[in-house]
């Protein structure tokens, strides 16, 4: 109905409607010009195009024109609020843009020192121990711990070492008050394991032992060993060289060679002397111009002992040594943490300089 | 041993370079710790003094014509004095390299001199140990010989290590029949012929006997020497001793040594007429018993010595040592030869005993092969009769020689054990080369060892010999299956989850040594720290510094605290056994955790920011090994704070202990810094148990913040139950967050904030609602903990 209470509009009412537009056409696009923040930009959009802007007041207007022309004026204005918008879009995204672009445009000091991160770390011997367990662990081994102090029938008797043995006096042993000792080998787990389980069986057994030796770069009283034994059906030295130099791979790198040199230990027979390439030199015996410090110029290090356990031994733990047959070994693993990181007095790993334990983490 | 390759060669044939042969050992199971080099000498000849005058210019020189050979004598000019005429010396010439000297023509006060007669310094030999001025050799050497090439000088010598069972190849014969055998080549025997003394009945000795009282004494060989003239030894048989590291001394003296060194059997010679009835027993000394040895220490000797006595007194401690009263002289002219297997492991305790070790007992505690005695005693014997001594018959008693029994071996039993396809020949070469009699069927052999090894008993023992001669090498890599096994790793697997969390809680790993000094139980006692039980002592510490098995992780790691104060915070760990208790000591594997930082100044008494910190590291590394939160309870401990101390506990179980470490112990290790550990046992640490997925519910929470008055005593953990018992199953979490004490409080009061999250699983929760749970949540907490809401 409303539409009737303006018929007479005149024709030049569009026309000035028209001319309007131009102008706030002009007068946005000037502001705009000038506007170079998010805030100018959306103040902008208030004046033209907010609830009580520019264009809600020409929309207003649309009502004095003649029914006939209002929509022809609707679209016209529509189409002005189009192009405004359209402007405000690009010169929002301009914005954002610059200011994107602007971030892009500083750059930091990278190299500049970052706070310390809070980080803990595993001793180095225990790493290059659980470097061997794992090798031993994913062929099927499982590891088996013991205790330090020990009875002379493990540590000796049944290892074949009789009281008065000459082997004993090797042991340099440690004794208490009641007449057991601290192991000098963690070859008691390997006896005391047998004993609770028949064959075939596959341990690895690493842990403390202690002999009466001075504390030098060399030595320790206190020292770790990995040792390992696998009594089953056909088990032969080669089973064992195969092993050791799967496990020295792991340790060392890929390109290493295991040797035995026979030896003498009275709980296996026949026995050998583990070497393996000397790591620091790849088996040449030169470091430059100079000798290998490592392997002495040899091109070897010697890493521990082996060999297949003693009839006796087997034996003693209810084993028939007609039916089984196995292999066990022994390895030093501060000497082998001393190879792989490159140390030359043991006494480092003993010192536990928070240090020294973050740079060998 | 030191094995000098010049006295290696009279045995066998070699031709490898020092190197090859250390090389060639170790491969055989004689590893060679060194390798002496010997100077490189040249131009050394052998020269007859023809004629010694005096220098005309000079009193102390000597102007010596020497014959080197046919032709024309050299004139050389020496300052020696024990020059004369006829002697037969080695004669460096012009042009002649010795140590650290090149030989020029040079005029001596006016004579030229051609040359210099040289003494032991200027070929590298200990000089104090050879004549004092210029060496003297054998007459029988004819001049112009080459002095470095006979005597093989240019020879290094090799520190061989020889294996507890070997006591055969302790010597030079016993190496070079190794080496033999593994090169293929022959071994010579020493040469032990002997003319035996004529006319005297050969088949006994009738004025002496010996007499064995003890089985310890399995053989016992004597022989009897007379016409003896003690001088010193030919110079071939001082340089190798000198080169073996033995000293020479006289002919006597020297034979015995050499023998050793050279067939692994220590003698021992009685000069024969200062044995009181001429004669020896074997036999327990007496107790009180007392003996002058050759060192002129006078022992007091007991029946758990063995001696070789004569018809009043000791004369000898078995294998050890010989007496004063009965030791070859330079007036010896009769002699008694003792060579003797005794019971090594006696040997070896008189030995410990005594506190001696010679070459000679550490061959006897290894108990020597009965044949080796009869060999050392031949030996002797042609070298005394060598030295112009009158030989007697030698006689043994004690138990015979009787052949090693035999051992069956075959090549698929090398095969089996070794992993290496060994031939029946190569079988047979290598054992005949070691000395093995063999009769062979086919690829089976039985085999018996040489009477010399007393190692070889069973099968095994012969495959190991096959296996050193044919060369490990021959092993072929292989993998062996995997075997189903009950076996568990359940104890290592933990230390290794446990070493993992608290590394990953920024805690790294120590190892500690595990003797310590008593100052450690001592510096407990003195802070009035309770120990766990009895401390363990070591009864042969190496020193007082580790004569105490560790009773605590705690005292080293507060140790590395102190040492590592600097570098705050200090975070350390160590997995580790623990010793105490008597008379059985308990061991206990363990782990103990420590965190050391810097005291927050003016933190009021009832408040610990540190211990809370520590409180969570300790709760994530539970919360790592057990898949679960801890709940952490007030406790005791003897090394932390009494009224800072709580135990986390794990499925309603006291895992690990933690607190702040007991002030006084800081004080006592001189700890600045504020110090919390954790110890637990391995043996409780918790199984891991995978956690359950809990929905989160879909509908907001609503948070609300109480502040409460209550008692001191009233814990975080009273309060946090309350709430929720207050609102059972709409309390999505409940926080104490902040504690105060003071004059904002009434007396005797802390006040309390504690933030609270409600939230129900099935609906959105309103502010009524959430209003009547909070009045259910206060009723509870003042009927629970008597709590006074604070507007
Ligand atoms: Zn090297």
């Not at chain 2, 220490?297 to 010989?322: H, K, M, N, W, Y």
């Amino acid at each position: 109905m409303r539409a009737f209470e303006f018929p007479d509009v005149e024709e030049d009412e569009i026309g000035r409607l028209g001319d309007d537009l131009s102008a706030l056409g002009e007068r946005f696009e000037a502001a705009l010009a000038s506007v170079d923040d998010g805030d100018a930009l959306d103040a902008l959009r208030l004046t033209f195009l907010g609830r009580n802007g520019e264009i809600t007041a020409l929309r207003r207007s649309i009502g004095t024109l003649p029914a006939a022309e209002r929509p022809e004026a609707g679209k016209t204005i529509n189409e002005a609020v189009a192009r405004l918008e359209a402007q405000l879009e690009r010169a929002s995204s301009a914005l954002t843009n610059r200011e994107l672009a602007a971030q892009l445009d500083v750059a930091i000091d990278v190299t500049f020192p970052a706070p310390p991160a809070r980080t803990g770390s595993i001793h180095p011997l225990r790493r290059t121990l659980e470097d061997a367990c794992d090798y031993f662990q994913r062929r099927g081994f499982a590891v088996v711990l013991g205790d330090e102090i020990e009875t002379e029938y493990y540590n000796f008797d049944a290892l074949n070492i009789p009281a008065d043995h000459p082997a004993r006096e090797g042991f340099d042993t440690f004794y208490l008050a009641n007449g057991k000792l601290l192991r000098p080998h963690t070859s008691p787990t390997q006896i005391r394991t047998m004993q609770q389980h028949p064959p075939p069986i596959a341990i690895v057994n690493p842990g403390k032992a202690y002999r009466r030796d001075a504390v030098d770069a060399r030595h320790s009283y206190m020292f770790s060993q990995i040792e390992g034994l696998l009594v089953a059906p056909g088990i032969h030295l080669g089973h064992l060289k195969g092993m050791l130099t799967g496990l020295c791979r792991e340790l060392f790198g890929p390109n290493q060679a295991v040797r035995f040199r026979p030896s003498f230990f009275p709980f296996t027979e026949p026995s050998a002397e583990v070497d393996t390439t000397c790591p620091g030199c790849g088996g040449s015996g030169k470091r430059g111009d100079a000798g290998c410090k490592t392997c002495g110029g040899s091109g070897w290090i010697e890493i521990g002992g082996s060999g297949m356990v003693h009839p006796d031994v087997l034996r003693e733990c209810n084993y028939d040594p007609e039916r089984v047959s196995g292999w066990a070994f022994g390895l030093g693993v501060e000497r082998i943490a001393m190879v792989r990181y490159d140390v030359d007095d043991l006494r480092v790993f003993f010192e536990n300089d928070p240090a020294v334990l973050a740079q060998l983490a | 041993m030191k094995l000098p390759i010049a006295w290696l060669r009279d045995y066998v044939d070699i031709s490898l370079s020092s190197d090859e042969i250390a090389e060639r050992l170790a491969l055989l199971g004689f590893p060679v710790d060194a390798i002496e080099r010997r100077p490189k000498l040249s131009g050394i000849v052998a020269g007859r003094l023809v004629k010694v005058e005096k220098h005309p210019n000079a009193d102390r020189l000597s102007i010596c014509t020497v014959g080197v050979a046919a032709g024309k004598p050299l004139t050389i000019v020496t300052a020696a004095t024990n020059v004369a005429e006829g002697q037969t010396v080695p004669v460096a010439t012009i042009g002649a390299k010795l140590v650290n000297l090149d030989i020029a023509p040079r005029a001596m006060r006016g004579v030229d001199s051609e040359g210099m007669l040289v003494s032991a310094d200027e070929i590298g030999l200990e000089g104090a140990w050879f004549e004092d001025g210029i060496l003297q050799l054998e007459p029988t050497v004819p001049p112009g010989t080459d002095f470095v090439k006979a005597y093989r000088l240019d020879d290094d010598v090799l520190d061989v290590e020889v294996t507890s069972n070997r006591v055969d190849a302790m010597s030079v014969v016993g190496l070079a029949r190794e080496l033999a055998a593994a090169l293929g080549s022959v071994v010579r025997g020493p040469d032990t012929e002997v003319a035996l003394t004529q006319g005297a009945s050969q088949a006994t000795t009738p004025d002496t006997s010996v007499t064995l009282e003890s089985a310890d004494c399995r053989r016992f060989v004597a022989q009897r020497f007379s016409n003896l003239t003690v001088r010193p030894s030919p110079f071939s048989m001082r340089l190798r001793l000198a080169l073996a590291g033995q000293r020479p001394i006289d002919n006597l003296v020297d034979i015995s040594n050499f023998v050793m060194l050279e067939i692994g059997q220590p003698l021992h010679f009685y000069d024969f007429d200062k044995l009181a009835e001429r004669r020896l027993v074997v036999r327990d000394a007496r107790p009180g018993e007392k003996m002058t040895t050759l060192d002129g220490e006078e022992r007091t000797l007991d029946p758990s010595f063995l001696v070789i006595a004569d018809g009043e007194r000791a004369q000898c401690i078995a294998g050890l040592r010989g007496a004063r009263d009965s030791e070859v002289s330079a007036s010896t002219r009769e002699l008694l030869l003792e060579a003797a297997s005794f019971s090594g492991p006696r040997i070896r305790r008189m030995s410990l005993a005594l506190g001696v070790r010679t070459d000679a007992s550490t061959r006897h505690e290894k108990t020597l092969p009965l044949a080796l005695g009869s060999l050392g005693a031949s030996r002797a014997a042609h070298l005394l009769q060598r030295e112009g001594a009158t030989v007697a018959m030698p006689f043994a008693v004690g138990a015979p020689i009787e052949p090693p029994a035999p051992i069956r071996v075959s090549a698929q039993d090398a095969h089996r054990l070794l992993g290496m396809l060994v031939t029946g020949d190569e079988i047979q070469l290598a054992l005949t080369g070691l000395g093995f009699s063999l009769e062979r069927d086919g690829e089976t052999f039985v085999a018996t060892p040489p009477e010399w090894r007393n190692d070889l008993r069973i099968r095994e023992d012969v495959i190991e010999e096959i296996g050193r001669v044919a060369g490990y090498d021959r092993i072929a890599s292989a993998i062996p299956p995997v075997f189903d096994q009950a076996v568990s790793s359940a104890a290592y697997d933990g230390e290794r989850r446990i070493a993992r969390a608290l590394a990953g809680v920024g805690y790294r790993e120590a190892v500690t040594f595990a003797l310590q000094p008593a100052s450690v139980r001592e510096t407990y006692e003195r802070a009035g720290i309770p120990l766990p039980g009895e401390v363990v002592e070591v009864t042969n510490p190496l020193s007082e510094d580790q004569r105490y098995l560790r009773f605590s992780l705690l005292p080293a790691l507060l140790g590395l605290v102190r040492r590592y104060e600097g570098d705050m915070p200090y975070r350390g760990f160590e997995i580790g056994h623990i010793f105490f208790g008597a008379p059985d000591p308990l061991e206990t594997a363990a782990v103990a955790w420590v965190c050391a930082i810097r005291k927050v100044p003016d933190e009021p008494a009832w408040r610990d920011d540190g211990f809370l910190a520590f409180k969570s590291d300790s709760l994530a590394f539970a919360r790592m090994l057990a898949g679960t939160d801890a709940v952490t309870v007030a406790t005791r401990h003897g090394e932390f704070h009494p009224g800072k101390t709580a135990s986390l506990s794990i499925h309603d179980e006291d895992v690990a202990t933690i607190g702040a470490i007991d002030p006084r112990l800081l004080a006592a290790y001189g700890i600045q810094s504020a110090a919390y550990a954790g110890v637990m046992r391995l043996a409780d640490l918790p199984a891991y148990r995978v956690p359950r997925f809990a929905e989160r519910s879909k509908y907001p929470p609503v948070e609300r913040d109480l502040a409460l008055v209550v008692a001191p005593e009233i814990a975080a953990m009273d309060i946090e139950s309350a709430v929720r018992a207050g609102a059972d199953g709409v309390v999505a979490s409940v926080r104490v967050f902040d504690e105060y004490r003071g004059p904002q409080v009434e007396a005797g009061k802390k006040s309390i904030a504690v933030r609270i999250l409600l939230q129900r699983r099935d609906a959105t929760l309103t502010d009524a609602e959430a209003d009547g749970y909070i009045a259910a949540i206060s009723a509870s907490l003042q009927e629970r903990c008597g709590a006074v809401l604070r507007s």
